[in-house]
């Protein structure tokens, strides 16, 4: 464990991720073309939805990849807690910017869907308003960082913000098996059969990993940044 902690210290990781980022974004530019081909020509329209059913290329993986963040922001910052590696945290912040980015397209995303399929911009579905709940624990987790002025003390406050907001993730996993919502049941299951058809799976997945790899990119950006801060003796509170 001491190696491993030892490899993440800051000057090494940074000779890794300063270099990473024109990788990923030449990776993503082709990643994002072949996906944006397969969702907008050559995936078929939908036979009740037509072509509205394409804004899910956008709205399904943005969801994941927000609820993927962060559940990685709690892993990262309840093992920071335990094991006092304060790079745990910065990992954590930086993870944060891309995750309520997506958490926010997911939720526009939606609302445009909706409007031809429900007829309405907005209603209080469980998984709307869980989302939109989980947008709000994202906005206090950047809001604490940069109110809190003691080092300790934001990482605790951090630690518990994301601690309280893993408890809505199964939620939003789960709402529409155990409330009466608009949404439909999911399509897509890791365990048995999916119900959606290889013509839409497959652009559905090319997009995640776009996104997965845009994230990646504003991640790798802001946790540059941080170290940078750190190199300098800048004003990072880590």
């Known amino acids: 464990m001491k190696f491993v902690f030892k490899f993440l210290e800051p000057n090494k990781v940074f000779l890794i991720t300063s270099k990473a980022p024109k990788y990923v974004m030449a990776l993503f530019m082709i990643v994002i073309s072949i996906g944006l081909l397969e969702a907008l020509i050559f995936s078929p329209e939908d036979y009740k939805q037509s ?6 290329y956008v709205h399904v993986p943005a969801a994941w990849i927000s609820l993927g963040i962060f559940s990685s922001m709690t892993f990262l910052s309840l093992s920071g807690y335990i094991f ?12 944060a910017p891309s995750g309520l980015v997506f958490n926010v ?22 998984r709307i308003t869980s989302m939109l709940i989980l947008a709000l624990f994202y906005f206090m987790y950047l809001v604490a960082w940069r109110i809190y002025e003691n080092k300790d003390y934001v990482l605790k406050i951090t630690t518990i913000i994301t601690l309280m907001g893993i408890i809505n993730v199964p939620i939003i996993k789960y709402s529409v098996d155990w409330w009466n919502t608009l949404h439909q049941p999911a399509s897509i299951n890791v365990l048995s059969k999916s119900s959606i058809h290889s013509s839409m799976l497959f652009p559905l ?3 995640t ?30």
């Open 51 to 56: 072509h509205s059913v394409r804004i899910m």
């Open 105 to 126: 397209i997911a939720l526009v995303t939606g609302s445009i869907w909706g409007k031809p399929t429900w007829g309405t911009w907005w209603v209080w579905d469980a």
């Open 84 to 95: 006092k590696n304060k790079n745990f945290f910065l990992i954590a912040k930086s993870l």
């Open 209 to 238: 990993a776009a996104f997965a790899l845009f994230s990646l990119l504003i991640f790798l950006m802001k946790y540059n940044t941080e170290l940078i801060k750190i190199k300098n003796k800048g004003l990072d509170r880590l």
């Open 205 to 207: 997945l090319i997009m």
